[in-house]
């Protein structure tokens, strides 16, 4: 399927054809003269470029030059060279310019617009015609810069970083852009550099914070990625700048093809840690039955696994790699009628970090008290020697005061109900002089109680992994609600209902400066004040969230829809699937919390409302 382009480069073109570029010339040659046959390749790559592949034909510069660089012969544009023309019997060389660099006004920076360069050597052999392929690979320096987590934690949004090569050829990343690639046009000629510039304000005091420097001597067809880290050092505010361009080669080539077949690359937000979308680019001149186009992949090179695909439009195909295991590279290729077609690409999924002490079997009491908080400093495993979980206990003499210390315990570590361990926690409601005080546990810090008609609490842990679900063992016992003080707007709540469980869990990017949190636990939620009571199906900062209500009588509500009606009093363990609001973000916290009644923060529930969880875990699939 290649588009072959023919020059018989000389003086004879008006009486002759169009000639085969597999044959010998037919006719007579003047002497000494020979022919070029010409052709131009380009890979799938290319098809994903910003110009099209007829686009980059068409416009494609082609310039011959003696070997001994004396001088260029010969210069044509793609779509406009004669037919037939000769050269003098000699050593040549062909360069092939394509994509941006070959425009009349080429973008010397953009995000886009790829260019291409192709060279090869060849002589012309009196009465013969010589074959000569040009692979154009990319030609570009093409920038790559990342924003470490540290970048949003200590700088207020609107930061970026400027790269470019002169004034004329630059780009500014920001937030949006982080592992952007960027394309820029340089010569080798003139010695060019990249230098680079970090505006911010920080977080901390708003101070202007600007750094600048200068990657010498680049070079095109190479990527330099750069990851941008903020650090603290003796004491002192530093910057890294750790770039890594040594090793990296651009390797895109091109072959100038209506659709050439083979794989093409999936976006890094299509790389999970359980599954995986690929892609590929299927002629359909060439493979007409899109039954035929499926995916195999495999961990070992050994075992395959064969996938269906799914044609998503003209000539392009998506298929699902499913049951991968976490932090694993895996091969995969394209099999058209059960054949091997093109290369094959490698890609390795996301890590699939578990959820600390999700067995609570680390717990410790707090000094001179008969509660306990829900990590033990002294057990010697980092797990549990932590704090991941807290609850409405406080930690007393040991830190922020809560309801343990009014005499009222809200959680509880039970050695006698279990699923997993040696032990469950055991989150019980109860009622002081007729006010209801929700059981609790979360993932994040109880910040206090206001007086005696609330708390604070900083919700969330950081995590940039992307499960799929939570799953954990729970059991409920609840009576009707007996104890009603206020309620969400909109629900109707009566002594006649009984009380439910709430647990839930959510992924997201919460601004603690937005959302009244610390670096850690970034939301912030006043009992007393309903206008910090964070929605997670509606919060914009939300990525992915997931909800399972149990009622006393046994009802569920999970993610928005009841389910059929369970045995409450036994164990029995649940997932809860995360629904994702978007899958071109990574989190940077979670957010896990579980309630024995679930409009504790308005006080209303049942005073004896238990719920247990164990073996709490993430799944992904």
Not at 101 to 112: D, R, V
Not at 128 to 135: A, D, E, L, Y
Not at 158 to 184: C, H, N, P, Q, R
Not at 480 to 504: C, F, H, M, W
Request: glycine share 10%.
């Amino acid at each position: 399927m290649k588009k072959i382009f023919s020059f018989v480069l000389g003086a004879m073109c008006a009486s002759m054809a169009v000639v085969s570029c597999n044959k010998d010339i037919k006719v007579s040659e003047p002497k000494g003269e020979g022919s070029l046959c010409l052709g131009v390749n380009m890979d799938a790559v290319a098809t994903k470029a910003a110009m099209s592949s007829d686009e980059l034909l068409a416009n494609a510069s082609v310039r011959i030059y003696m070997a001994d660089f004396s001088g260029m012969v010969r210069q044509y544009k793609y779509s406009e060279a004669p037919a037939v023309v000769y050269l003098p019997e000699d050593s040549y060389r062909v360069d092939v310019i394509a994509g941006e660099a070959a425009k009349e006004n080429p973008a010397l920076a953009s995000w886009e617009q790829k260019s291409y360069k192709g060279s090869s050597p060849f002589t012309i052999t009196a009465g013969s015609t010589t074959n000569v392929t040009v692979t154009a690979t990319v030609n570009n320096a093409v920038s790559k810069i990342a924003f470490d987590g540290s970048i949003a934690e200590n700088f207020n949004s609107g930061y970026t970083f400027e790269i470019g090569t002169s004034d004329e050829a630059k780009l500014v990343y920001d937030s949006s852009k982080s592992e952007a690639e960027g394309y820029f046009i340089v010569n080798a000629a003139d010695e060019p550099s990249f230098n680079w510039t970090f505006s911010g304000i920080l977080s901390k005091d708003g101070s202007q914070f600007t750094k600048s420097g200068v990657i010498p001597e680049i070079e095109a067809g190479k990527l330099y990625a750069m990851t941008l880290t903020y650090v603290v050092k003796d004491g002192e505010l530093a910057f890294e700048l750790l770039v890594d361009y040594a090793t990296d080669i651009i390797d895109d080539s091109i072959v100038f093809e209506p659709v050439s077949t083979g794989l093409s690359a999936s976006s890094a937000f299509e790389i999970w840690a359980g599954h995986a979308t690929i892609h590929a680019d299927v002629d359909a001149g060439e493979y007409p039955d899109p039954t035929a186009v499926k995916f195999a992949y495999s961990a070992d090179g050994v075992n395959w696994t064969t996938i269906d695909s799914e044609c998503t439009s003209e000539g392009v195909y998506q298929g699902v790699m499913t049951g991968l295991t976490p932090s694993t590279e895996y091969t995969y290729k394209l099999v058209i009628a059960g054949e091997d077609v093109g290369e094959s690409r490698t890609l390795t999924t996301e890590a699939a970090p578990a959820i600390p002490n999700g067995s609570f079997e680390y717990a410790s009491l707090v000094s001179g008290a008969s509660y306990y908080k829900f990590y033990d400093p002294n057990c010697g495993v980092a797990e549990g020697a932590s704090k991941f979980w807290g609850s409405g206990n406080g930690e007393g003499s040991e830190g922020i005061k809560g309801s343990g210390s009014m005499g009222m315990v809200i959680t509880y570590v039970d050695t006698a109900e279990k699923a997993v361990g040696n032990q469950s926690v055991r989150a019980q409601s109860g009622s002081i002089l007729g006010m209801l005080a929700a059981g609790n546990l979360f993932a994040g810090d109880f910040m206090g109680l206001v007086g005696t008609s609330g708390g604070i609490v900083n919700f969330g842990r950081p995590w940039t992994s992307r499960p799929t679900a939570m799953r954990l063992w729970v059991k409920y016992s609840a009576s009707k609600i007996n104890i009603i003080s206020d309620k969400p707007d909109g629900v109707e709540i009566t002594n006649d209902q009984y009380d439910r469980a709430q647990l839930k869990v959510a992924l997201g990017t919460w601004d603690y400066k937005k959302y009244g949190g610390s670096k850690t636990s970034p939301v912030s939620v006043n009992t007393t004040k309903k206008s910090t009571f964070v929605d997670f199906y509606t919060d914009p900062s939300t990525i992915a969230n997931g909800e399972l209500i149990i009622f006393g009588d046994g009802q569920q509500i999970l993610n928005g829809t009841e389910t059929s009606t369970v045995e409450n009093n036994t164990w029995r363990q649940v997932t809860i699937p995360l629904n994702y609001h978007t899958t071109t973000e990574y989190p940077t916290h979670v957010v896990i919390s579980f309630a024995s009644s679930m409009f504790g923060d308005y006080f209303t529930g049942s005073d004896d409302a238990k719920l247990w969880v164990d073996g709490v875990e993430f799944l992904y699939e």
